[in-house]
């Protein structure tokens, strides 16, 4: 099939864990992290051009528009290593807050790879587009597949897992924006004392145990980023306060996610921070990726 035009979704992501091990020698460091995506997604559209050229818009007009753009990163990739003669113009409608630990540009760039292929006629598959995407970020291999998935590495390794117990996610985003580099950079790994059981979580997906689920969320990044902005810890003790079952920061942050399992308790914990935040979104996780499941 001849595609001119290309629409492709762009889903964020959660942290049901985040782990970080060592600082490796190349200066990234060694994490273990159990991810998932859920329903807040951005979209790609993709419309070939036939002289050559690489060029974006995004709904979000602060959003870089050149090669800082992952998208557009992902573009100048695939082009240049397969040598493809067409180009593409890419329009992002950015729905996924920045900056907030939600791996929005990560899923851009990833969503780019994913249509590319098709819009191009490049024939690779999802793991040859995983690999080109790890040039790009940690996250966009996982991007590439969605799904569930444990992450190892620097987050590059995907192993794929069942979904996890249904349930609702309350996302809440304050509005100040954190910088993955600057976390991780006032993180002293050999002073972590809040190392996840990323094997309890791994066994309450493939069990589908909500509870032990929720017993088991954990980031070592949390502490670091509550440090420096005292907003997040708020948010944090409002979802709780409010009933919520189990309650995280995402990535570097500051997103904060509760789940929770009743409906009655989603617009209860909704309308709370509702009247403290204005990003505040109810989505559903979308569970294993289709057709692939590992665990
Ligand atoms: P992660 O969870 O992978 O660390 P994040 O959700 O914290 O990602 P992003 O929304 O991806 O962060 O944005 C991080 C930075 O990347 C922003 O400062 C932004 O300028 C830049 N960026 C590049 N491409 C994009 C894109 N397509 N969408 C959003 N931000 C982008």
Redesign the pocket.
């Known amino acids: 099939m001849n595609y001119v035009r290309i629409s492709v979704k762009a889903p964020a992501k959660i942290n049901l864990t985040l782990d970080v091990l060592a600082k490796r020698p190349d200066g990234y460091h060694e994490v273990e992290m159990v991810m998932t995506t859920v329903d807040l997604a951005d979209r790609v559209d993709m419309t070939l051009r036939e002289d050559g050229e690489i060029t974006l818009d995004?709904s979000a007009s602060f959003?870089?528009d050149d090669i800082?753009?992952?998208?557009y990163k992902a573009a100048t990739l695939m082009k240049e290593k397969f040598q493809v003669r067409q180009g593409v113009h890419l329009y992002?409608d950015?729905q996924?807050p920045?900056?907030?630990?939600?791996?929005?540009?990560?899923s851009?760039a990833a969503a780019t790879l994913r249509g590319l292929n098709q819009l191009w006629n490049l024939g690779l598959t999802k793991d040859e587009l995983a690999k080109i995407g790890a040039e790009i970020?940690s996250?966009v291999p996982f991007c590439v597949y969605g799904g569930t998935a444990l992450a190892t590495g620097r987050g590059e390794q995907i192993a794929h897992l069942g979904a996890p117990a249904p349930c609702w996610v309350i996302l809440a985003k304050p509005p100040i924006?954190?910088s993955?580099p600057d976390v991780y950079g006032n993180l002293r790994v050999a002073q972590i004392d809040n190392h996840p059981d990323t094997k309890q979580m791994l066994q309450a997906i493939a069990t589908q145990d909500f509870s032990l689920m929720c017993q088991s969320l954990g980031n070592v990044l949390e502490n670091v980023t509550l440090s420096l902005h005292p907003q997040v810890r708020q948010i944090k003790d409002l979802m709780i306060a409010s009933g919520a079952d189990g309650v995280l920061m995402s990535?570097?942050g500051p997103t904060v996610f509760a789940l929770v399992q009743k409906e009655a308790k989603v617009h209860r914990i909704y309308n709370a921070l509702r009247g403290f935040v204005k990003d505040v979104f109810v989505v559903r996780m979308l569970g294993a990726q289709d057709g692939e499941i590992l665990a």
Request: glycine residues 22%; neutral net charge.
């Open positions: 995004c959003v870089p800082r753009n992952h998208a992002i950015k996924i920045v900056a907030a630990g939600l791996a929005g540009g990560s851009d970020g996250d924006g954190v993955t990535g570097s």
